[in-house]
Structure formats: structure tokens, C-alpha cells
């Protein structure tokens, strides 16, 4: 392969948004993608009644234990003062995935000081003897500063404790912290250096009507899919797509989403159709069409930006990832086979 058909073939992949997997040495085995392990660490402390008041956190939450693949590992953690395990920290099954919705209702505002530290350690409880058989992300959301104590000095120490043990053990381990600030009064200061020197992303939802938007970046940045586009509520899907994800928000929370097939069949939430899974929301539908035709495929519904679809293909090519943050004037390779 040429020098110009590599960097054609990686352009074309990037705006396809293709994940690929990552190029090894010439002698090395072949590169495998490793299944994704995202710990959700979600502060419930009393502040988040000022910053989430309609308590965005919960829907959101529940999108994105929809949307891990069943051969990942998650769990969900709260925290204010004190840490709670909301979600076992399991692979991801059907059950598990009841149980986490079911359990995202007790997300609320109720919880005194934001231990931000503990959070962390407690959802990398096993940093040190984890196997290497996952990709491991946490994703931090907050609305305050580092804050265990009515005593100035001791928030102080507990800053530099994470910052000098906490984040190296955690970077050592391997694991990405993706941070979301949920208000302009968080440490902006920690998250980015949280995020940063794990390769993650640094995000901030200055309102909570940003945060459904913001949660979906971070998980793409955990747990990689292939999209295809999808205009003027219709998309395309080839003869290498398995499945497909439709994720449609909806402008309208009362209005039933349909999609249509190639063959022009119409499927809806009630169609009960057996390679038609359909999780019905407020605000969105997660349909995922197992074996779909060959075609294009359309879409009845007034749709809000962020609706998208992703694909499970058998098309795959192999390329060298490119870091998460790319700072002016640095300079990455492209490569691929």
C-alpha cells in the first residue's frame, strides 16, 4: 500500500467515524480492541440541586447503561461525603442492565462535602490486580471543589493528595478519566489535570441541559463505535453491518418514532418484531436491528441534534489511535494497515 493510499484510507476512516485498531510493530501479533470496563462516579452532593434541578443525571445515566455492549464490564458510583456503589462493578448482561436502570432512580442532590478522592479510589478498587483484559475509563462528573472538611487546610491537603497520589496511581493503572463539570464553580484546575494526564477528555456543561450531549462524548471516547451518517432522517446501512443502534431524540416526548426499511416495512415500539430490540424513553429511542437489510433506511420522527446511529460491522481496519488531546503545534503520526 502506498504512502497516499494510507493517509486516503485514514482520512476517509476518520470522517466515517471508523474506530480502527491500533498498528503494532512489523513482529508483533496482530492488534486486538480491547472490550471497555466504564466506572460512572456521579456526585450527589446538596449543590447538584442548584446545577441539575430537573436531575438530568438520572436519564442520563440510564442512556448510557443502554448503550454499553454486552461484552463490557461497568458500575455506577454516588458520592458526597461518602461513597456509594449505586451499580455493581459487573460485566454488562441483560439482568445487569435492569438492575442499573431500575437503580439510576436514586440518583438525587442529598449528599453533605464532595469527596472527590475517595470517589476515585473507591471506583479503582482494583487498580493493582486488575487483568489487562479490559479498557478501563472512569468518568467523573462533579459540581464543586475538592471538599471533605470545614477546615480550609485539610481541602488543601486532600487536593494535593489526589493530585500527587491519587492521580499517579490511577494513571500507572492505565485507566482514562474522562471529567464533566456540571457548573463554572468546579475545579476546573483538578478536572483538567485529572484528565489530561490519563488522555482523557475534559468537559464542561455549563448548563444541565448540556449534560445529555456531554455524557454521549465522554462515552464515545470510552467505548468507541462505528457511525454511519444520518441525513434528512434517513441513513444507509451495507452488507458488512451485523446490527445497527438507532438512537433518536425526539422533539416532541409524546410522539411515537418509527423507522422504515428498505422494503419499506415500518417498525414502531409495539411491532414486536424478534430481531427488533426498542427501549422507549421521555425523550429518545434506543432501537437495535439485528441482521437489518441491505439498504436505506429511514426515519418517522422530528428528530433533536445528537440523534445517531452506530453500526457493528465486519469492517475494520488497523491504525495507530490518535490521542484524545492534541495540544497547537504537536505533532502525531498517521498509520495504518
Known amino acids: 500500500m502506498t504512502f497516499t493510499q494510507r493517509v486516503c484510507i485514514g482520512v476517509l476512516c476518520l470522517l466515517a467515524n471508523i474506530p480502527v485498531l491500533a498498528q503494532p510493530p512489523e513482529d508483533s501479533e496482530p492488534p486486538t480492541l480491547l472490550p471497555p470496563d466504564v466506572r460512572l462516579v456521579i456526585d450527589v452532593s446538596g449543590s447538584m440541586k442548584r446545577n441539575d434541578p430537573n436531575n438530568l443525571r438520572q436519564p442520563a445515566v440510564e442512556l448510557l447503561v443502554q448503550l454499553l455492549p454486552e461484552n463490557s464490564r461497568a ?3 454516588t458520592f458526597g461525603k461518602w461513597i456509594n456503589m449505586l451499580v455493581p462493578h459487573k460485566p ?41 483484559k479490559y479498557r478501563t475509563s472512569i468518568i467523573l462528573l462533579t459540581d464543586g471543589m475538592v471538599d471533605i472538611d470545614k477546615s480550609p487546610q485539610a481541602n488543601k491537603r486532600e487536593w494535593r493528595r489526589i493530585v500527587d497520589e491519587v492521580l499517579p496511581a490511577l494513571a500507572d493503572a492505565g485507566i482514562t478519566i474522562h471529567t464533566i463539570a456540571l457548573s463554572d464553580n ?15 477528555l475534559a468537559e464542561v456543561a455549563h448548563t444541565a441541559d448540556d449534560l445529555m450531549r456531554i455524557f454521549l462524548k465522554t462515552f464515545d471516547a470510552a ?31 409524546l410522539q411515537q418514532a418509527q423507522l422504515v426499511g ?29 441482521q437489518p437489510l441491505e439498504g436505506e433506511w429511514g426515519v418517522n420522527a422530528d428528530m433533536e441534534p445528537g440523534s445517531r446511529i452506530t453500526v457493528v460491522s ?24
Open 75 to 77: 458500575g455506577v458510583w
Open 314 to 337: 465486519n469492517l475494520n481496519l488497523r491504525v495507530r489511535p490518535l490521542p484524545v488531546n492534541v495540544f497547537k503545534g504537536q505533532v502525531e503520526n498517521l498509520s495504518l494497515v
Open 92 to 132: 454488562v448482561t441483560p439482568q445487569w442492565r435492569e438492575s442499573a436502570q431500575q437503580k439510576s432512580a436514586d440518583i438525587r442532590s442529598v449528599g453533605l462535602y464532595t469527596n472527590i478522592g475517595e470517589a476515585l479510589e473507591k471506583a479503582a478498587y482494583d487498580a493493582k490486580s486488575a487483568a489487562k
Open 223 to 253: 467505548v468507541p463505535a462505528e457511525q454511519v451518517p444520518l441525513t434528512d432522517n434517513a441513513f444507509v446501512i451495507d452488507s458488512s453491518v451485523e446490527e445497527f443502534t438507532a438512537l433518536i431524540f425526539r422533539k416532541d416526548a
Open 262 to 290: 428498505p422494503d419499506q416495512k415500518v417498525y414502531s415500539a409495539t411491532s414486536g418484531d424478534a430481531d427488533v430490540k426498542w427501549h422507549r424513553a421521555d425523550k429518545y429511542d434506543l432501537i437495535t436491528v439485528s
Open 186 to 200: 468546579a475545579d476546573r484546575n483538578l478536572m483538567n489535570k485529572l484528565s489530561l494526564s490519563t488522555n482523557g
